[in-house]
């Protein structure tokens, strides 16, 4: 999968997990066992393997720009 599928999908899949309005948001209200359908069982290896390789290059760059998060 390329890298900006990858992204995309990333995306796609944490938008329901978003805090857009962080006064009102409580934990207490979300399921921590949501998974939104996904089940890590059926997803490719290699998808998950270059899922973490992206996530580690990502970690990187933050690192050496000394910034947390994407803004």
């Not at 409580?26 to 899922?51: E, H, I, Q, W, Y």
Request: proline residues 6%; positive net charge; contains cysteine.
């Amino acid at each position: 999968m390329k890298d900006r599928k990858l992204i995309a999908e990333a995306t796609r899949l944490a938008e329901p997990y978003c805090v857009t309005k962080g006064s009102r948001f409580r934990l207490k209200d979300f399921d921590p066992g949501d998974t939104n359908g996904v089940n890590p069982r059926n997803m490719p290896k290699s998808c998950s393997n270059r899922a973490v390789a992206m996530a580690s290059q990502m970690q990187e760059k933050l690192y050496a720009q000394d910034r947390w998060r994407c803004s």
